[in-house]
């Protein structure tokens, strides 16, 4: 079995199942809510793994006010707004998929890190501005 790896806007992590019998871009209309979504390569890559994963965020965020998505911002280490899918990625046929097992175990232990550090240097800057 494989997944997508979904993260809301309201710091809600999902794990949804990726079904290989159905569409790719029916399911990311199904996880994003909506009709319109854009790729995301996330340059430079987040982490080494980055050719392999593709982060897909609905295209139309800022028209409609959709806020700013947290985790997704810490994990690309850049503001991302609304509902962001993580999937995976194979570079020589262009395809995209379900996260494996590891895959997915791998992006959710990326994503703690990197809001774990978000935060600490949110403090730190906090910290900073109160002395």
């Known amino acids: 079995m494989t ?3 979904k993260i809301t806007a ?3 992590v999902e794990t949804l199942a990726w079904s290989d019998d159905e569409d790719s871009l029916s399911q990311l209309y199904r996880a994003l809510s909506t009709p319109t979504i854009a790729v995301d390569m996330a340059e430079p890559a987040p ?3 980055g050719d392999h994963i593709t982060v897909w ?3 139309d965020g800022y028209r409609h006010n959709a806020p700013l998505n947290l985790y997704a911002s810490a994990y690309l280490n850049r503001p991302v707004l609304g509902t962001v ?15 494996t097992d590891e895959q997915l175990r791998e ?3 990326y ?20 002395a």
């Open 57 to 59: 965020a609905d295209e």
């Open 85 to 99: 899918v993580i999937t995976a990625f194979n570079p020589r046929t262009g395809d995209t998929h379900g996260l």
């Open 47 to 49: 982490h080494g793994r």
């Open 111 to 130: 994503l703690i890190r990197a809001v774990t550090m978000f935060i600490a240097r949110a403090g730190a800057r906090h910290d900073l501005a109160d």
């Open 107 to 109: 992006e959710e232990d």
């Open 10 to 12: 309201d710091r809600h």
């Open 3 to 5: 997944h997508l790896l």
